[in-house]
């Protein structure tokens, strides 16, 4: 299975701050944004990912990301000429996709609670079996989001994108898996009244066919769609707290490598002795030494 990271985009939200950096490179607490939407992936057990990104940001997550042996993945660009919705992403990755199954995720996007890889695992067994998955998230302002519609037993009813009458309370979240074929069935999507390929649409064509599957983030669960300079400063704060009441760093991409068997403590403690003289660094030197005694 395939997984894209979609961070193009101009940032105008964040102006001026984002006029010389990618949002998707600005500090959530103790690390890059765009750490957040990577972690999820490899949660996911994806190791083959394409960041897509503005042709004047590329360089700078290249410089960050790398190829991704670091954290025992690959990562391959791919320029976003201008940003023309979210759909356009799997035009754009058709060739990176070729016959497989694939996961996209915003690069603003930051999920936390216990149960999510589970959550994970339940969508990519999905898409592997043809069906297409949405997360969903309860707000308070449906009206700002797509929305999912549910029947009693959390069956997808209908999708809209930011209706003046929300049928549901359910946020789409900026999470999405796709059976093989996505990028063909993307071709199929109009530009909206606004001119973008609009995710939603996409997302009502796999409905029509009796595909369309919803994962509910519950009770327990935090979503920010780091958009805005007070959701950023939501973000980092819950980052600060949790990391600091529990002793462990959300959204390592080091640790969940060597996790799942993708970095050795080597490589591990190669990583840690870069970033020793922080707080991210430290957490990593613990593990490979409690790893090391045992």
Not at 107 to 132: C, P, R, S, T, V
Not at 175 to 191: C, D, I, N, R, T
Not at 198 to 208: P, Q, R, S, V
Request: with cysteine.
């Amino acid at each position: 299975m395939k997984g894209i990271i979609l961070a193009g985009g101009s940032g105008t939200r964040l102006y001026p701050i984002t006029m010389a950096i990618s949002k998707q490179l600005m500090p959530i607490y103790d690390k890059p944004m765009i750490y957040y939407p990577l972690s999820v992936l490899m949660q996911a057990g994806i190791r083959d990912i394409l960041v897509i990104t503005t042709k004047e940001d590329q360089r700078d997550f290249i410089k960050l990301l790398k190829d991704g042996s670091q954290f025992g993945i690959n990562i391959s660009y791919v320029v976003q000429p201008s940003p023309d919705g979210l759909a356009q992403a799997f035009l754009l990755g058709e060739e990176f996709i070729g016959d497989d199954a694939c996961a996209m995720v915003l690069g603003d996007n930051i999920y936390f609670g216990n149960g999510f890889e589970e959550l994970l695992e339940d969508a990519k067994e999905n898409a592997l079996k043809g069906y297409a998955s949405i997360f969903g998230y309860q707000v308070r302002d449906p009206k700002r989001f797509g929305i999912m519609e549910l029947d009693k037993n959390n069956n997808v009813l209908s999708v809209e994108e930011k209706p003046e009458k929300p049928k549901s309370d359910y946020a789409i979240t900026g999470l999405y898996f796709y059976p093989k074929g996505v990028s063909k069935m993307a071709k199929k999507v109009k530009p909206s009244a606004r001119g973008e390929l609009e995710i939603t649409t996409l997302n009502d064509l796999y409905l029509k066919e009796s595909k369309l599957k919803a994962e509910l983030l519950g009770e327990g669960f935090t979503w920010f769609d780091t958009g805005t300079f007070d959701s950023m400063m939501e973000a980092n704060n819950m980052i600060k707290l949790v990391e600091s009441n529990n002793g462990k760093i959300i959204a390592c991409p080091e640790m969940i490598a060597y996790e799942k068997g993708w970095m050795n403590i080597e490589e591990l403690d190669k990583a840690a002795n870069l970033m020793k003289k922080n707080s991210y660094g430290a957490y990593l030197v613990d593990v490979v030494t409690r790893e090391s005694e045992n």
